[in-house]
């Protein structure tokens, strides 16, 4: 990933006032609970290291029906259950590290 763009994908995100900013780089810019940013491809069937997957969310739209439940369970497992998301984030990561020891 970008390091520049690392603190858009985290939402590092502060109070100045009644503010939300962001810092990116060098620059400090206010914050819009708006804000979306949407990256795409043209590769086929990309591979995203779990550091990179556990910060974002995928979308191909090459996606079966059972694949596509699982992005929207995902999904509202993120916003109903915060905890158990960053649970699996880290654990996904985690097995990341443990296979890249073997």
Request: glycine share 4%.
């Amino acid at each position: 990933t970008d390091p520049a763009i690392e603190p858009v994908l985290l939402k590092q995100t502060y109070t100045k006032g009644s503010t939300q900013m962001i810092k990116i780089g060098d620059s400090i810019l206010e914050w819009s609970k708006n804000f979306k940013l949407y990256l795409t491809t043209k590769m086929r069937n990309p591979h995203y290291l779990p550091e990179v997957a556990v910060k974002v969310t995928l979308l191909n739209f090459m996606i079966t029906q059972v694949g596509l439940q699982d992005q929207l369970l995902n999904i509202v497992v993120e916003k109903e259950r915060p905890d158990l998301a960053e649970e699996k984030a880290r654990l996904v990561v985690e097995g990341a590290e443990n296979k890249e020891q073997l």
